[in-house]
């Protein structure tokens, strides 16, 4: 058998010197009609520095992500104007140190802080975490509740999904599930059940199950001794539950003419670390998710929904909402969304300030009377030629969601200033660990406990100052 292998190499060296020539070839070459693309053939081993004007080389830490760099390095949107242009932000020195309150009198944390105090007077205190895939599986959030309720108190990670597309990824609970058919708000079917409060509604198969394991890897999130699901049933039906090792058990439940019922299990201290259920029956049945707590302490139901640019959640309807409150009583509505409507060819996002402005305002009909917190969007980077930078469209989007945010009367946090302002991400990703992953759009799980416990810093000072203003 002849042997290749010297024309082989000879081959792969001639490539490489071809690839390195074309390299050196400068972007923007006109040939002909055709203009020639910058080429890197090593682009992607090359260690690239952030776009970062300003920044302090050790602004990023595991103790701290706070912004060290200029004010006047931002694009922001311009007062009546449809394009993005280049103008310092106002009164920015805050921004992503404290949570903004535009709320008509600058109150909007206080009803949320009154409840937290309350705690020991055996109050539960929840709040529902709108987002999208920033935060899906837990990341940020399962450091950020971990955190609360080691100090106000609570054991269980709170409401959860039926089904999931991270089930393996979550580090706050083992979900093993079969025979159900999910639908969600942001996948367009013609025809669909309502949906529930977290964006999904599952129906389920004869015979589907769902089993929830507590994990060890947080410290609340082991156990729990009180476990519910939320449904709506056109007849009743029979069930079987089991938690840990007991004997299954069967139980019914009832019609709910169209609305939405909680079945609910209790047990004294320490509750159970397994829970599963199985429907035999499933005609006319629809589930909305559980919750596995132990209260009284403080719950952060994550309502992550992949792909959720803020839009859908107006499928969401207020009735339905309001069904849900009444078992949940929130006292935090939170929102975080826009990493899907950031691209670096955006040059006009009046049709995303249209969307987010009616959003905002369905919130209000679905949780009258409450506070509701903006997150502004966070970094996000792509490549330009060989070098990578902040999406444009990114400080442009914060600045937008700020002046809803102010629109509305809403709380508001900057989290783009947060993380550390331009290039953050890009800091992020080249941490050992890395804090992000590489499609400098998404935290690793490293990255989350860092912004989750900043988080968690940030609303325990915002209670200080609370407490410190009902002295004065």
């Known amino acids: 058998m002849k042997n290749y292998i010297n024309q082989t190499l000879l081959l792969s060296v001639l490539l490489t010197l071809m690839l390195t020539g074309l390299s050196?070839?400068?972007?923007?070459?006109?040939?002909?009609?055709?203009?020639?693309?910058?080429?890197?053939?090593?682009?992607?081993?090359?260690?690239?520095?952030?776009?970062?004007?300003?920044?302090?080389p050790d602004s990023l830490s595991i103790d701290t992500l706070a912004w060290q760099g200029s004010?006047?390095?931002?694009?922001?949107?311009?007062?009546?104007?449809?394009?993005?242009?280049?103008?310092?932000?106002?009164?920015?020195?805050?921004?992503?140190?404290?949570?903004?309150?535009?709320?008509?009198?600058?109150?909007?944390?206080?009803?949320?802080?009154?409840?937290?105090?309350?705690?020991?007077?055996g109050r539960t205190v929840r709040v529902a975490w709108?987002?999208?895939?920033?935060?899906?599986?837990?990341?940020?959030?399962?450091?950020?509740?971990?955190?609360?309720?080691?100090?106000?108190?609570?054991q269980g990670v709170g409401f959860v999904p039926v089904t999931s597309e991270v089930a393996q990824f979550k580090r706050t609970l083992k979900h093993?599930?079969?025979?159900?058919?999910?639908?969600?708000?942001?996948?367009?079917?013609?025809?669909?059940?309502?949906?529930g409060i977290n964006g999904y509604v599952y129906q389920p198969e004869p015979d589907a199950k769902i089993h929830y394991e507590g994990a060890s890897y947080f410290q609340h999130t082991t156990r729990w001794s009180r476990f519910r699901f939320f449904y709506s049933a056109s007849q009743s039906l029979s069930f079987v539950w089991q938690q840990d090792e007991?004997?299954?058990?069967?139980?019914?439940?009832?019609?709910?003419?169209?609305?939405?019922?909680?079945?609910?299990?209790?047990a004294n201290y320490p509750g159970t670390s397994t829970f599963a259920v199985r429907f035999p029956q499933s005609q006319g049945l629809l589930l909305y998710g559980a919750s596995l707590e132990s209260g009284p302490g403080i719950y952060i139901d994550n309502f992550s929904v992949r792909g959720n640019s803020g839009g859908p959640l107006k499928l969401i309807r207020p009735d339905v909402a309001h069904q849900f409150d009444k078992y949940q009583h929130y006292d935090l509505i939170v929102l975080q969304v826009g990493l899907n409507a950031v691209t670096n060819s955006l040059n006009n996002i009046k049709w995303y300030q249209a969307e987010l402005d009616r959003t905002f305002a369905h919130l209000k009909d679905c949780f009258p009377g409450k506070p509701v917190m903006i997150i502004g969007v966070g970094d996000r980077a792509n490549k330009s030629g060989?070098?990578?930078?902040?999406?444009?469209?990114?400080?442009?989007?914060?600045?937008?969601?700020?002046?809803?945010?102010?629109?509305?009367?809403?709380l508001f946090y900057d989290l783009y200033y947060g993380?550390?302002?331009?290039?953050?991400?890009?800091?992020?990703?080249?941490?050992?660990?890395?804090?992000?992953?590489?499609?400098?759009?998404?935290?690793?799980?490293?990255?989350?406990?860092?912004?989750?416990?900043?988080?968690?810093?940030?609303?325990?000072?915002?209670?200080?100052?609370?407490?410190?203003?009902?002295?004065?």
């Open 419 to 472: 993380m550390g302002g331009p290039g953050s991400i890009i800091q992020m990703a080249q941490h050992k660990p890395r804090y992000a992953n590489l499609d400098y759009t998404h935290l690793t799980h490293d990255g989350g406990r860092v912004l989750g416990h900043q988080f968690a810093n940030l609303f325990l000072e915002e209670q200080t100052k609370w407490r410190a203003s009902r002295t004065q």
């Open 130 to 154: 709108y987002g999208d895939s920033f935060v899906e599986g837990d990341i940020l959030l399962g450091d950020l509740r971990d955190t609360l309720q080691s100090v106000w108190g609570g």
């Open 246 to 266: 007991s004997a299954p058990q069967n139980d019914n439940l009832k019609a709910t003419d169209g609305s939405v019922r909680a079945w609910e299990w209790t």
């Open 176 to 195: 093993i599930f079969r025979g159900w058919t999910t639908y969600s708000i942001v996948k367009k079917m013609p025809e669909h059940p309502q949906f």
């Open 386 to 410: 060989t070098e990578l930078h902040t999406m444009r469209s990114v400080p442009a989007i914060v600045t937008m969601q700020r002046d809803l945010a102010r629109k509305h009367g809403f």
């Open 71 to 121: 004010d006047t390095s931002l694009l922001v949107l311009p007062d009546n104007a449809d394009s993005i242009g280049p103008l310092p932000p106002k009164d920015s020195s805050w921004f992503g140190k404290v949570i903004e309150d535009y709320t008509p009198r600058q109150n909007g944390l206080n009803r949320f802080f009154e409840a937290v105090d309350s705690i020991r007077q």
């Open 24 to 56: 050196l070839v400068p972007g923007n070459l006109a040939v002909g009609e055709f203009n020639l693309r910058k080429m890197d053939i090593f682009a992607d081993i090359r260690v690239s520095q952030p776009d970062t004007a300003g920044m302090q």
